[in-house]
């Protein structure tokens, strides 16, 4: 089974500034793709990036980024020029790409970010 | 993205007690799950809500207590049966087209038990 590991219960960062929240992840299979969703207050999850593990490049959206690292297992958000509104839990979560588990996601422990104006 | 909506959007119930949410998508989706969130917790998969068929459950999760429906292509109800306080949770809808990789939440059911 897949499993999905957030070693960051929580960051901070001060607006205007970069952060980075980490995620490793464990699979055998060569076909899936990996989500960072956001969860304010509200609890409404936020779908901020996603990326194909076929895809060499790295995912962008405007102030978010990806680092994939396909044969370490790791896929690193980095928030630049953090802003209030990105205060939030951060849950890594991957999702095979075929399959018994087409569709299913799987999450991380999730990381809450503070942003200090 | 998908609009996808949640009815209640929370509710207090007695322990013993029934509830039954009700997810409703703006157009026709392949796939319907449902997730858990426990208080402070990540979200786990409870089931797939297959249309027209059975509900496939995840492990630890049984039709008895988490009974759902899926009558057509754009709803999807889950019912959380003979509530305990245990079962106080976030409860997400979830949807996934074929052929688009995104999959979106709608914006969850807050559920405490008495």
């Known amino acids: 089974a897949q499993t999905v590991t957030q070693s960051q219960p929580e960051m901070s960062v001060q607006e205007a500034e970069t952060v980075t929240l980490s995620c490793t992840y464990d699979t055998s299979e060569s076909d899936y793709y990996l989500f960072w969703y956001k969860q304010p207050p509200s609890r409404q999850m936020i779908l901020v990036i996603r990326q194909e593990a076929y895809k060499q490049q790295n995912a962008t959206e405007n102030r978010f980024s990806v680092n994939f690292q396909k044969a370490a297992k790791s896929f690193s958000l980095k928030i630049s020029d953090s802003q209030l509104g990105d205060a939030a839990m951060y849950f890594c979560a991957y999702r095979s790409g075929g399959g018994t588990s087409y569709g299913k996601l799987t999450f991380g422990q999730g990381t809450i970010l503070t942003v200090h104006p | 993205s998908a609009v996808i909506s949640q009815k209640p959007s929370r509710d207090i119930c007695q322990r013993g007690t029934s509830l039954t949410i009700q997810c409703q998508v703006d157009s026709q989706v392949t796939m319907m799950f449902w997730y858990r969130q426990q208080p402070g917790q990540s979200l786990t998969l409870i089931a797939t809500a297959n249309q027209g068929s059975e509900a496939t459950y995840e492990s630890g999760f049984v039709i008895d207590k988490f009974p759902i429906s899926r009558p057509n292509l754009t709803f999807s109800t889950l019912t959380v049966s003979n509530m305990s306080p245990e079962d106080s949770s976030i409860y997400l809808c979830?949807?996934?087209?074929?052929?688009?990789?995104?999959?979106?939440f709608g914006p969850g059911t807050r559920l405490t038990v008495l």
């Open positions: 979830s949807e996934k087209k074929t052929g688009i990789s995104e999959q979106f």
